[in-house]
């Protein structure tokens, strides 16, 4: 192979290795796709083992006429999101989905539309014990879903409650690091593209 | 041709080639370390020293140790010289790399646990070692892990802890005026140090104990 043989040569790997690079920033869902359950309302419309287990572990939360959940079930996980308008507090409480036992949970500030920190738990683990993350995301407004993407496989939840929605991962997951990375798209109403972000989180506070 | 040559004779003098090198190496070098978080140009990942023994006392050093050496939310990495090398960072953002661990990776590291929740053994963890550990304060306040259980706020001596749904300081010294002498990895603000505090009467707190101590 010649000089110029091997220098072109160099520059469609190098082309090849970037339109790799590229195909996996873009938003269109991969593999398989499934579209989570959602409940949401107020909480004396929720009966569940996992909110008795949830409010359990929130002692200090006091549950009000006001008290409002969201309730997901997805693949990867479940999971109780729990707001009060009395209170600055957003309460989640994670679980995996064939189980109603409480396998993780967080507590983060939110006021007035803001969430100080994703709040990421990685202390769930799916059926072959690999580490799980879950973490929350503030939807944009006019999104109607949010799709998280791994390999293989996009998870997509759909928007309710007024509430931040918890997304999980399984590939995402630097357990050693305590971190996490979600590959997060939010969607408005006709399917449209409004964020897509690579949300990094870590376990902290 | 000939021109142009004699021209740029005198700058391909070994002696300008070298000094150009030279500046060109050194602003790279200063751009490097501009760039660099503290976090980069410090810390580890390490495996911890497995120990068989923890005593009370020596977690109290290894506790002060972390002292003056700032606060970072979701940090664990910090050295010993009483400065904080990583100030005035963005509140609450784990991805700027500044020096100081938070309140839970503090109890981690003082609590010399494991990253495997089952595991109740002692592990020491340098103190340039970036861990946070798989706890927030939340997880600690529930007695989440094995080494981690839920204790009386009344009977909490040195080295237990009081936790809250977003904060965990361990106590330094117990003072008999209601008010302990906690140390703790406040916030970016007040950084990692010995404060006053009522958590014991705070009914937002309760008490946590590491369990298996030698002493």
Not at chain 2, 60 to 71: M, S
Not at chain 2, 132 to 153: C, I, M, W
Not at chain 2, 176 to 201: H, L, M, P, W
């Amino acid at each position: 192979m010649d000089g110029l043989t091997a220098l072109r040569a160099l520059t469609v790997a190098a082309a090849g290795v970037l339109l790799a690079a590229g195909c996996r920033d873009h938003a269109t869902p991969t593999g398989r796709v499934f579209v989570g359950h959602v409940r949401a309302g107020p909480v004396e419309r929720f009966h569940s083992p996992r909110l008795r287990a949830c409010l359990r572990r929130f002692g200090e939360l006091h549950v009000t006429g006001r008290t409002r959940v969201v309730e997901r079930v997805g693949l990867l996980g479940a999971s109780l999101t729990i707001s009060d308008p009395a209170s600055p507090w957003l309460y989640g409480c994670d679980f995996t989905p064939q189980r109603q036992s409480l396998c993780g949970a967080a507590v983060g500030e939110w006021r007035a539309g803001r969430l100080n920190d994703p709040r990421l738990d990685i202390l769930c683990a799916d059926a072959a014990r690999r580490a799980l993350g879950a973490a929350w995301v503030v939807p944009q407004p006019g999104a109607r879903s949010i799709a998280v993407r791994e390999l293989g496989l996009t998870e997509v939840y759909p928007i309710a409650g007024g509430l931040p929605v918890r997304i999980w991962t399984r590939d995402g997951v630097r357990y050693e690091r305590s971190s996490a990375t979600f590959d997060v798209t939010q969607r408005g109403a006709d399917g449209r593209t409004l964020t897509h972000e690579r949300l990094e989180a870590a376990v902290a506070g | 041709m000939s021109l142009l040559r004699r021209l740029l004779r005198p700058l391909l003098r070994p002696r300008v080639v070298f000094l150009a090198a030279f500046l060109v190496a050194l602003s790279l070098a200063a751009a490097k370390a501009a760039l660099a978080t503290f976090v980069s140009a410090n810390c580890n990942y390490n495996a911890p020293t497995p120990s068989p023994n923890m005593y009370r006392d020596g977690s109290v050093t290894v506790a002060l140790v972390a002292r003056y050496e700032g606060y970072h939310w979701g940090g664990g990495c910090w050295n010993d010289n009483d400065v904080d090398e990583g100030p005035n960072e963005p509140l609450q953002t784990s991805s700027t790399g500044g020096e100081g661990g938070d309140c839970s990776s503090l109890t981690f590291k003082v609590w010399r646990e494991s990253l495997n929740t089952g595991d109740g053994g002692h592990y020491q963890w340098g103190r340039l070692r970036n861990v946070h550990g798989p706890y927030a304060a939340a997880d600690f306040k529930a007695g989440v892990g094995v080494p981690n259980a839920t204790y009386s706020k009344a009977d909490a001596i040195v080295m237990d802890a009081f936790a809250s749904s977003s904060h965990i300081g361990m106590v330094y010294q117990r003072s008999t005026s209601g008010a302990d002498q906690i140390v703790e990895a406040k916030c970016e603000a007040c950084g990692t140090n010995i404060f006053t505090r009522t958590y014991r009467s705070d009914s937002s707190y309760g008490g946590v104990r590491r369990m298996g101590w030698t002493g």
